[in-house]
């Protein structure tokens, strides 16, 4: 008779979570090409992915957010998109991803994808249509006719509508012989941006989102947003304005940072636009039951990032905060990491959900940025803050940047530079290694005879996540015993506190009254310290060790006083403490009464149940 009670229960909790889910996500970053091959081709595909998903339903993953996989020639690292209908071919087909979907939700795990709305690639069938003239397709992009000029010889000729440069150098205008006209792009020549001043390019991009949505994806996030716009010319007399010089003592004049964006970056209509995302993600809400999660990536300053979070009377997105990938170091004090934190916590708007990422696939990994023995502790900070919580692909078993030689090297980034001797300060393939899943060949990632789209790591004999499984002291055990204590009601919504007790020592904790409290304690030093926190008066001081850290010498499970907390050098534990109580006179606030009644009823049940 009870059982049927208590399922009720957990099936109601389920419908909740479909709307509330986002604000304490944790979504795993997968880097399809590098993850898991299942065809023998040495690059990873889908279907491994849809291999892997028990893998990532036993560390406690709540979503998956996937690098691109639409089609795509591949100019950019997939960031050239020519369909954004179709699934690049050596990812696999569209079956594999709606196989791949049936399998995540069957295992409780969400899929959001990754959104390039800034321009397409210049081989797809929009741009081809809109070279052509083709109405709407037309004014799909950015086009303008060139200026007429004169050398000083008297020589007449024609120049690009502006001076703008692009982010990869040289004039981000290219002529187009067909059309007869220049064509704006901000990256590569192979990728025209798109008008976001035409309403039939805000509506295909909208369907865009809907044609995934309608498959039944969870949400997006949306690559750097900020380029969107450029200046519209009716406001200047109907040329695209010059923009003005920097003055950047280091920049000459086919550079980026040779000029002020001031007319091609952080317009205002980006904001109406990311907004108006909200709104066809939102329409899902009615007709799905699931709210649809949004994270933007623009590198602009903190006041401006804010603003996508949306205003008092229009929702917006996530705005990805990259502070602990960015302003954090190897040398960072406990004084600084808290002091990154509190910042983002302040700046946020009221009532609106942070986020932590610590690695992506842009960035060198934790244990290369950060040092080996940081791994626990940036992991678990990550974990334990309010809000939505990134793990790039390989962080939990702490994977160290790969050696790609020149000859191997695959990062366009680091291509152009044609500098085989300085070329690995720009590549990016170090950290796109493939995942380590065990010591056999290609540690597990592939079964192929030739060779794998970029080495495996050298040291995948022995950091690999088989022979951490095998470990109980090892990243990825304790990586996943904070998993698994971030789904305490402390960790969904407590409340937070930060402390940098000295140089070394930092302590979070998160504390909800009539529940278990949480505490984070990391030493940054070689050094052991005990430490006493009677300060924090609202913990209780009855504490227990939940996950402890590979350079820990407490061990799970241990017990003991908050007055005194021995703490190895390198070492990140987690702490559950007693039940924080209500104290003084808001033990008698009325929501306590409900509360009380409920944990009298769960508990006759649950002694019925037993005895
Ligand atoms: C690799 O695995 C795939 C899928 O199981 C299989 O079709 C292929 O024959 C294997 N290749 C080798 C060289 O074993
Ligand atoms: C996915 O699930 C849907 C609904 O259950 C089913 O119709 C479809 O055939 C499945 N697709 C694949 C590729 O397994
Ligand atoms: C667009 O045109 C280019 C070159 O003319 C061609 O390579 C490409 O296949 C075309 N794309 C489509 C989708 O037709
Ligand atoms: C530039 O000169 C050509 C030829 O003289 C003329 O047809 C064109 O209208 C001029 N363009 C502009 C923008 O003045
Ligand atoms: C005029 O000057 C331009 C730029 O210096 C040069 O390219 C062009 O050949 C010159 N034309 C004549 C007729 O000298
Ligand atoms: C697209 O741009 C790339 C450079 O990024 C170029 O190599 C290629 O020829 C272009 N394709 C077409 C059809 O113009
Ligand atoms: C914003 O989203 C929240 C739910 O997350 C909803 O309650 C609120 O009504 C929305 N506001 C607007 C202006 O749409
Ligand atoms: C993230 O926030 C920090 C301040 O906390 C700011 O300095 C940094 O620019 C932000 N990151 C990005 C990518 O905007
Ligand atoms: C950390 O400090 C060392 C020694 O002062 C210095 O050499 C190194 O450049 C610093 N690293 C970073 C990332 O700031
Ligand atoms: C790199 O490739 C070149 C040309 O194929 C070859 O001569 C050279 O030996 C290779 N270098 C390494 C380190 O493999
Ligand atoms: C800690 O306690 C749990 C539950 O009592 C038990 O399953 C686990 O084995 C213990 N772990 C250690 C390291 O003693
Ligand atoms: C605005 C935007 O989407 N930016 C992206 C445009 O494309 C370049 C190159 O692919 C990306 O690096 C940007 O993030």
């Known amino acids: 008779m009870r059982l049927p009670i208590l399922l009720l229960l957990v099936a109601t909790a389920a419908s909740a979570s479909d709307l509330d889910w986002w604000k304490t996500a944790l979504i795993y970053q997968i880097y399809p090409r590098s993850f898991k091959d299942s065809n023998g081709d040495g690059t990873g595909d889908l279907n491994g992915i849809t291999e892997k998903l028990p893998y990532l339903h036993d560390t406690g993953i709540d979503a998956i957010w996937l690098s691109p ?19 690049q071919e050596e990812y696999g087909t569209m079956e594999d991803f709606e ?18 709305p800034n321009h397409t690639g210049n081989e797809s069938e929009w741009f081809n249509r809109s070279i052509a003239g083709e109405a709407p397709y037309n004014e799909y992009y950015v086009w303008a ?17 502006s001076n703008w440069i692009s982010n990869f150098r040289k004039s981000a205008w290219e002529f187009n012989e067909v059309r007869g006209q220049y064509y704006l792009h901000q990256f590569v020549i192979g990728q025209p941006d798109l008008n976001y ?13 809907r044609f995934w949505l309608d ?12 380029k969107l716009y450029e200046a519209d010319p009716n406001n200047y007399g109907g040329v695209y304005p010059d923009e003005p010089l920097s003055g950047a003592a280091n920049a000459g004049p086919d550079d980026y940072e040779y000029l002020s964006h001031i007319y091609t970056e952080n317009l205002l209509e980006t904001y109406d636009v990311v907004y108006s995302w909200r709104d066809v993600l939102d329409e899902y809400i009615t007709s799905q039951g699931e709210y649809k999660i949004m994270m933007t990536e623009a590198y602009a300053a903190l006041q401006l990032m804010i603003r996508y979070y949306g205003t008092s009377t229009r929702n917006g997105s996530i705005p990805f905060n990259f502070s602990f990938l960015g302003d954090i170091n190897k040398n960072s004090t406990a004084w600084e990491i808290k002091t990154v934190i509190d910042r983002w916590m302040t700046y946020m708007p009221s009532g609106r959900v942070a986020n932590w990422v610590i690695g992506n696939h842009d960035q060198s990994r934790v244990a290369n940025r950060q040092g080996v023995d940081r791994i626990d502790a940036m992991n678990m900070l990550a974990l334990i803050l309010p809000g939505v919580t990134i793990t790039y692909q390989g962080e939990e078993i702490g994977m160290e940047d790969g050696y790609v030689s020149w000859n191997d090297t695959q990062d366009p980034q680091a291509c152009n530079t ?15 290694t493939p995942y380590q899943w065990d010591s056999t060949a290609h540690a597990g990632f592939s079964n192929t005879t030739g060779s794998t789209w970029l080495p495996v790591a050298d040291n995948y004999l022995t950091l690999n996540l088989a022979a951490q499984i095998a470990n109980p002291k090892s990243h990825y055990h304790f990586y996943k015993d904070v998993v698994t204590n971030r789904k ?20 979070v904790t998160r504390l909800l009254p009539g529940e278990a409290g949480m505490l984070g304690v990391v030493n940054l030093a070689s050094e052991a310290q005990t430490i006493d926190l009677t300060s924090l008066r609202l913990l209780p001081s009855d504490l227990e060790v939940v996950a402890s850290g590979v350079n820990c010498a407490l061990e799970k499970n241990a017990t003991l006083t908050k007055s005194s907390i021995p703490v190895s050098g390198h070492c990140a534990l987690l ?27 769960s508990y006759t049940i649950i002694r019925t149940n037993f005895s």
């Not at 498959?215 to 900020?226: H, L, P, W, Y």
Request: no cysteine.
């Open 69 to 87: 996989i639409y089609r795509s020639p591949n100019y950019d690292s997939g960031y050239d998109i020519t369909d954004y209908r179709s699934i």
């Open 99 to 116: 196989r791949l979907l049936n399998v995540s939700r069957s295992l409780g795990i969400r899929v959001v994808l990754d959104f390039v």
């Open 145 to 161: 006719d060139g200026l007429n000029a004169t050398y000083d010889n008297g020589t007449v000729y024609t120049k690009p509508p």
């Open 197 to 209: 001043r035409s309403n039939y390019v805000q509506e295909a991009m909208k369907n865009v989102l």
């Open 215 to 226: 498959k039944g994806v969870s949400g997006f996030r949306v690559d750097a947003v900020n």
């Open 418 to 432: 044609d500098d085989p001797i300085n070329y690995y300060l720009h590549s990016r393939d170090p950290n796109r």
């Open 488 to 507: 305490s009601p402390a960790i969904q919504e407590g409340d937070l506190d930060t402390r940098a007790l000295s140089e070394s020592i930092l302590v």
């Open 575 to 601: 702490f559950r403490s007693g039940v924080v109580s209500y104290g003084g006179a808001a033990s008698t606030h009325y929501l306590s009464y409900p509360l009380i009644l409920l944990a009298l009823a």
